[in-house]
Each structure stands twice: as structure tokens, then as C-alpha cells.
């Protein structure tokens, strides 16, 4: 099956500096989603994107499906923006194949 | 729009029980979806849904496992005969079209 990779595993930020976490994949995807996890289980949905660049407030994201990497970017981080983010790519077949995740701790 | 829902949020059981979770995907979606995620690891696929048929069943269900979503609405997945390893979270989604809309889960704890 499809190899989703993220690095870095656990990520320790100071509140209001800025981030990179990268998804490397394996293979062509139809689909590529950011998730972020709350403390309590719910996967927050961060960003559908297969391709390009999108940005929502403080976090934008890139795909480059050619080169397959996304970029997940955290700009001015805030305590809240702790937990786990997560990769999941979709190989034409509804399933979604998630990465280990990035535990981020951001600390006031 | 509300989101996707799932019932009980939280299952302790005995090993050899039986366990019944249910999840109500967002209405007009007619996909819906269930992952396993076990501590430190993400989500993996169970099985999937379009309507009321059941598409693709991972390998991971064993025949313990049994999952149906009558008249294409809600859906229920059921563990026959649990086993400490079962223990984890039991998440649904649901989908119009690529993105995958995800519910609160169902945290099982088997002892």
C-alpha cells in the first residue's frame, strides 16, 4: 500500500514562532487532507488539498503531487494549536491512508 | 449543516462481550466510512459505505467484526466476542465527494 511519511514526529514551539511540517507520500493521490486532533479525539479537518497552495487564517498549506510532498505551515503559533496533526492521502479508492502524525506542544 | 455524530462516546466491556457502535454521518453524504486509531498511530481504514452497500472491507475486520448501514442512513458497527486488543478509538466519517468529514469517535476500553 501507499507510504505516507511526516516529519518531524514531535515538533516544541514557543508561542508566536513559526512552523514547517511536511507529509511525503508514495505514489500519485486523488486526495490529500490535513487533520488536526484534539485532546479529546476529534480529527479537525485543517485543509482538502490534492494540489496547490491554500491558506485559512494563521495556517496555510502546499502540495507539490508531481514531487509528492505537502507542507503544512503554522504561522504565530498559539497554545491552542497544540496536538496532533495529521496527514491522510486517498489512492483513487475512498481509503484514506493516514501518516504517524506530528505531535506539536506549544508552550506560553 | 450539523457534523457527524456517533454513539456512545465511551464503551468499558469485559473480553468475550459484545459491543454495538453507531454513527450518524452528515445528512446528504452518501459515503460514510470507519477507522481504527490505537494509541500514538493514525486512523486506519475498517471499511466503507457508498449507500447501503458495503463496498471494501479491510483486512484488519475480522469475522468478529460486522458493520451495516441499513437504508444508506446511520450506520452500526458491532464486535462480537471482544478481546483486549480490540481496545481503541472506533472513528466514522462521511463524504459527499473527496473531502472526509470525521466524528467525535467511539473510545472502546476492553478488559
Known amino acids: 500500500g501507499i507510504q505516507v511519511e511526516q516529519s518531524p514526529p514531535d515538533l516544541i514551539l514557543q508561542e508566536g514562532a513559526n512552523s514547517t511540517l511536511r507529509c511525503n507520500f508514495s505514489d500519485s493521490v486523488n486526495n490529500l487532507q490535513w487533520f488536526h486532533q484534539n485532546p479529546w479525539g476529534q480529527l479537525i479537518n485543517l485543509f482538502y488539498?490534492?494540489?496547490g497552495t491554500k491558506q485559512n487564517g494563521r495556517l496555510s498549506a502546499t502540495t507539490v503531487a508531481t514531487e509528492r510532498y505537502s507542507l503544512l505551515y503554522i504561522s504565530s503559533s498559539q497554545t491552542t494549536d497544540s496536538g496532533v496533526y495529521f496527514c491522510a492521502v486517498e489512492l483513487y479508492d475512498y481509503k484514506l491512508s493516514f501518516g504517524a502524525g506530528t505531535t506539536v506542544t506549544v508552550r506560553a | 449543516d450539523t457534523g457527524v455524530s456517533q454513539d456512545p462516546r465511551h464503551k468499558i466491556t469485559k473480553r468475550g462481550q459484545n459491543v454495538t457502535f453507531r454513527c450518524d454521518p452528515i445528512s446528504e453524504h452518501n459515503r460514510l466510512y470507519w477507522y481504527r486509531q490505537t494509541l500514538g498511530q493514525g486512523p486506519e481504514f475498517l471499511t466503507y459505505f457508498q449507500n447501503e452497500a458495503q463496498l471494501e472491507k479491510s483486512r484488519l475486520l475480522s469475522d468478529r467484526f460486522s458493520a451495516e448501514r441499513p437504508k444508506g442512513s446511520f450506520s452500526t458497527l458491532e464486535i462480537q466476542r471482544t478481546e483486549q486488543g480490540d481496545s481503541a478509538m472506533y472513528l466514522c466519517a462521511s463524504s459527499r465527494s473527496d473531502e472526509q468529514f470525521f466524528g467525535p469517535g467511539t473510545r472502546l476500553t476492553v478488559l
Open positions: 488539498i490534492p494540489s
